[in-house]
């Protein structure tokens, strides 16, 4: 029997006159969540001290022959099952992690020191979540658990970057070379197998990615026990503290297009508390949720200072009141609790408790600084760009308005390439969002800027491929104005980068990162070509 999703998914191929170009706003495609869906405001809060991952330790010297002769730091970091409590007052959750954490390890780097890490995998045989087997790389041919480790940032040579069809399953390992020849960054790392890295994230297999080096060390800007990273995720749990994911009908293709988790997690933990000094912190936060923008705010109503964007630092910082992240995106920020001797402050992103800060008493000397001038970010001119490409981010709904997939450009995944760049060469890529939702944008290897986001005609759009532009220009936001390798590419909106694709030649992705989009399609290879 052909159930009507699995009838529309073959129409995609055979007559894809079935799919509509989303129009009106659908609904989204999940089932509730059960009745046995924990509600996490029934959880006292504040009553769990926040996790601090543990800094990997290098495991010896290796050489490894893509890398060179000379012989390189080597990390070993196994994927395990493992169970850990999220709140005092919730049982044991089953989580996957690297080095048996979630999250992993920090993997703390220096710029320009390469380094190796081994990647393996000794997960069980069995995924803990449930596989829509209909979904591009995952059908039922394919092994359950498969996967392959991601440097989200990283400049990385293209047989390390974690190409989405390069897993491999448990038993098995990767040795990947990460040259770290880039500037002082806040990275993460995190799965990317095709067709299931929703469901491998989900389980607990994300971790951050330092990169440091001179420029920024001499800035003096808050360190040690002063720089924390914030890792941000929401889950959905059971009573019993299971982690539960929703599913869609029919049973065969539990896909669904969004995940928003009920409780929120920082660094593994459900509304932990800080205890900090008065005076400066620097927190580097990571928004490593599947689809959940965060839109972060003090209680105190105080701003904070934004130093970094994805691909490291600004060129002076910004205040900010509200501190918002796409899924992938990340910021570094300065927070100064000097002036809030003995308080208790809240971190909320809109109506959701995050974490508190309890600020001691007393007088604490604070030698750090954030300087007027953090590190120049030089323009890339539009006129040193060699080719614009126009793309469009596509949702394609079934007859009910349900999504069904989403196409980057109107391609599928196995469709052949067609973002070609050339080495060191400028591009000007437009991404002409037809969808209602948002999309953070993510290329692989490359970092770049945002040139502009304006608002355009869609229905002209989509039925003349006629771009006629509705809006005023709007400059890239001030927290966004330095170095990017994720994109929020908004409804309704052109959004324009200029990218020099400086690196390795080979292939890499270019992906939305809501990642239910990204295992449905939205994704698709690009090749480095070499100058010639
Ligand atoms: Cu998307």
Request: include cysteine.
């Amino acid at each position: 029997m052909t159930t009507r999703r699995q009838f529309l998914w073959q129409g995609t191929f055979a007559a894809s006159t079935l799919l509509l170009p989303r129009r009106a706003r659908p609904r989204m495609r999940s089932a509730p969540a059960p009745a046995s869906a924990l509600d996490p405001t029934t959880l006292k809060p504040f009553v769990d001290a926040l996790p601090i991952p543990a800094i990997a330790k290098a495991d010896g010297q290796r050489t490894l022959q893509s890398a060179g002769t000379t012989a390189l730091p080597y990390y070993r970091i196994e994927m395990n099952f493992f169970e850990a409590r999220v709140h005092r007052d919730l049982g044991p959750t089953e989580f996957w992690g690297y080095g048996g954490t979630f999250p992993g390890p920090t993997i703390e780097a220096r710029s320009g020191q390469g380094f190796l890490i081994d990647w393996v995998n000794r997960l069980p045989d069995k995924h803990l979540l449930p596989i829509d087997t209909s979904l591009h790389g995952a059908e039922t041919q394919f092994p359950d658990v498969r996967t392959v480790v991601h440097a989200h940032g990283a400049k990385a040579p293209p047989e390390s970057d974690g190409y989405p069809e390069a897993w491999f399953v448990p038993g098995e390992s990767a040795l990947y070379h990460y040259p770290n020849a880039q500037d002082a960054a806040t990275l993460w790392y995190h799965d990317h197998a095709l067709g299931i890295t929703r469901l491998n994230v989900y389980a607990g297999l994300l971790g951050a990615f330092l990169v440091r080096d001179d420029a920024e060390d001499a800035l003096n800007l808050p360190a040690g026990e002063c720089e924390i990273p914030l890792i941000l995720c929401d889950r959905t749990f059971e009573r019993s503290g299971r982690l539960s994911y929703p599913v869609s009908t029919p049973p065969a293709n539990p896909w669904a297009s969004e995940f928003f988790g009920s409780a929120i997690l920082v660094n593994g933990k459900l509304y932990p508390y800080l205890d900090v000094k008065p005076r400066k912190y620097r927190f580097r936060v990571i928004n490593a949720s599947n689809s959940r923008f965060y839109h972060l705010t003090l209680s105190t109503g105080q701003g904070v200072q934004q130093i970094a964007s994805d691909q490291g630092l600004l060129e002076a910082p910004v205040t900010l009141k509200t501190l918002s992240l796409a899924p992938g995106e990340r910021a570094d920020i300065v927070v100064d609790f000097a002036g809030n001797r003995g308080e208790e402050i809240v971190l909320n992103s809109d109506a959701y408790t995050v974490m508190q800060f309890r600020v001691a008493h007393g007088i604490e000397i604070d030698r750090s600084g954030v300087p007027s001038l953090l590190r120049p970010v030089t323009k890339i001119l539009e006129s040193s760009a060699i080719k614009t490409r126009t793309l469009t981010l596509d949702e394609m709904d079934d007859m009910v308005g349900d999504p069904v997939t989403m196409l980057l450009n109107q391609s599928h995944w196995c469709a052949p390439i067609t973002e070609e760049p050339v080495q060191d060469t400028v591009e000007i890529w437009n991404l002409v969002n037809l969808t209602d939702d948002a999309h953070p944008i993510h290329l692989h290897l490359v970092r770049f800027q945002i040139l502009d986001r304006r608002r355009f005609d869609t229905s002209l759009y989509q039925m003349r491929r006629t771009l006629r532009y509705t809006g005023r220009v709007v400059a890239p936001e001030p927290g966004e104005a330095g170095w990017k390798d994720t994109v929020r590419a908004d409804p309704g909106m052109v959004t324009r980068i200029i990218v020099k694709f400086s690196g390795y030649p080979g292939r890499y992705v270019w992906h939305c990162h809501i990642l239910e989009h990204e295992d449905n399609e939205m994704m698709r290879p690009y090749n480095l070509l070499a100058a010639s």
